[in-house]
């Protein structure tokens, strides 16, 4: 198996515009995570789905953040518009029975 | 909020010393989980202790587990190089909940 894969791996834009970031979880899993990890807050769990619905998004920081997943092999993580606070590592996990498996992240510099 | 705390956030030892890293954590879980991150990438799972063990080894790590204490170590014998990378303790309520939630880490180097 290829693993959770992300895209893109970096993306850098201006405030205001609108990023996506994209997940493939591993097949067969069932749960879909979504963290953002800063030096100063550190893994922040921004969202959650199990069997593509979303469970918990008290993570997710404010309007500007959606996420969604329209099957079990796809998930996305929009922000709009962004701001540089926003400046992070988004890292997408997915999992079957406890043990997250995590893609290589997504590094995002909104300038 | 994180659920878990780290202690210590940074530790430097010489190879071939044992590591030992301390979770602490505030509500009840049904397992406490142990992750390691290498710089610039993704997180991997070391191992998973539940609620009702006090103690796992997998290779060169020990993980122990005390509920009454809220507090799960981690212990790396023998380290090496290799090992360097920041260390994660990860808590899940269970009970079908999956909400997982990371400490901050701890932050090993080992010198060669």
């Known amino acids: 198996d290829a693993g959770v894969i992300q895209s893109p791996r970096h993306e850098v834009t201006e405030m205001g515009q609108e990023v996506t970031l994209r997940c493939k979880p591993i097949s067969g899993h069932n749960s879909l995570f979504w963290y953002r990890q800063t030096m100063m807050r550190g893994l922040e769990l921004l969202i959650y789905?199990?069997?593509?619905?979303?469970?918990?998004d008290s993570g997710m920081p404010e309007d500007r953040f959606s996420a969604k997943m329209p099957n079990a092999s796809f998930s996305t993580l929009k922000i709009q518009p962004s701001e540089p606070r926003d400046s992070a590592v988004y890292f997408c996990a997915s999992s079957l029975a406890g043990e997250l498996f995590f893609g290589e992240g997504s590094r995002l510099t909104v300038l | 909020s994180q659920q878990g705390e780290e202690d210590p956030q940074a530790l430097s030892i010489q190879e071939g010393e044992n590591a030992t890293m301390n979770c602490s954590y505030k509500?009840?879980?049904?397992?406490l989980q142990w992750y390691r991150q290498n710089s610039g990438r993704g997180l991997v799972h070391l191992i998973l202790i539940r609620s009702n063990e006090r103690e796992k080894h997998s290779g060169r790590l020990r993980v122990t587990l005390d509920t009454s204490k809220k507090s799960s170590s981690l212990l790396i014998t023998a380290s090496r190089a290799a090992d360097t990378a920041s260390y994660f303790c990860?808590?899940?309520?269970?009970?079908?909940?999956?909400?997982?939630?990371f400490g901050i880490g701890t932050k090993l180097q080992v010198i060669p």
């Open positions: 789905f199990n069997n593509n619905v979303p469970i918990d």
């Open positions: 990860a808590t899940g309520p269970g009970g079908g909940y999956q909400k997982v939630t």
């Open positions: 509500t009840s879980i049904n397992n």
